[in-house]
């Protein structure tokens, strides 16, 4: 059974299409065929070729320290950017259900608890995530949106302020070429600051909101990311994250984020869940 195309894949079939120089046409059907023997790059089919592939590249890149776990990122990022894309469809109720038990299973109990809160509050208000990052910031943010991947709250925000200030803060790899892409197609305001093995932690630009979601766990020195985005934040400025532990695999490779916890506790105050506004 084929799904519609969604307007992030949309994007993405024209990003071939650009980058494999020919018709949108072509490069839809072969998006689509590879979606279609993928399971839309959500089965085990896809687990199982990612997970072989990802073996393959971790034979030439040891991911023991930033810079190896840099060239890590760029081998996958291919792979990446597929499951990026999944992350776009609609959730049924019996995927979330399923989500909630993968929590209890591994007896992730305060996060079970978010996860579920999160669901009814949404459920209930009509509000996601978007209506609350605004309800929260200025009529003209400036957004730093580290480890941006394909950018999917602040691109969101800039569709509904057109003269919100992003800042893009990422890998040099296909992940990020498509989200400029899709940016310069929308004309939305924004720079890019990359990360590279020069520049691994890179000074930010004062800012009022830092989206900072499933990115500490993948850093060898979150406390220094942590100073980069507090020193460069506006006073009661707005910083957007899940913190919480993880579990330990090859791109996790700081799982225990607790020290990190604690700072945001010393200069934060909790304003919902994953976004608090500093104090200090």
């Avoid at 776009?88 to 259900?97: A, G, I, Q, T, V």
Wanted: hydrophobic share 35%; glycine share 2%; net charge positive.
């Amino acid at each position: 059974m084929n799904k519609k195309f969604n307007q992030l894949e949309i994007d993405f079939i024209e990003y071939l299409a650009d980058r494999r120089n020919e018709p949108f046409d072509k490069a839809e059907k072969v998006y689509n065929q590879v979606r279609n023997h993928f399971e839309y790059f959500q089965g085990k089919r896809y687990q199982r070729a990612v997970s072989g592939i990802n073996q393959v590249y971790w034979l030439y890149h040891n991911p023991q320290d930033q810079k190896n776990l840099i060239e890590s990122y760029k081998s996958i990022a291919y792979s990446h950017l597929l499951r990026y894309l999944s992350y776009s469809y609609p959730k049924s109720f019996s995927e979330r259900l399923h989500s909630a038990r993968i929590l209890l299973r591994k007896k992730q109990y305060k996060e079970f608890f978010q996860f579920g809160s999160r669901y009814f509050k949404t459920a209930i208000t009509k509000k996601d995530t978007i209506d609350l990052l605004l309800e929260n910031t200025s009529q003209n943010p400036v957004i730093v949106d580290y480890g941006c991947g394909t950018a999917p709250f602040s691109s969101k925000i800039a569709q509904k302020i057109p003269s919100a200030k992003i800042y893009l803060i990422d890998i040099d790899t296909v992940v990020l070429d498509f989200t400029v892409f899709r940016f310069r197609k929308y004309q939305y305001n924004f720079e890019v600051i990359k990360v590279t093995n020069e520049n691994l932690y890179p000074v930010l630009p004062e800012h009022e909101l830092c989206l900072a979601n499933e990115v500490m766990e993948h850093v060898y020195e979150p406390l220094r990311v942590y100073s980069n985005i507090h020193s460069s934040m506006i006073p009661g400025g707005l910083l957007f994250g899940n913190f919480a532990d993880h579990t330990k695999h090859m791109l996790h490779v700081s799982p225990d984020l607790s020290a990190l916890r604690e700072k945001i506790s010393q200069d934060y105050v909790s304003v919902d869940i994953k976004l608090y506004r500093k104090v200090r």
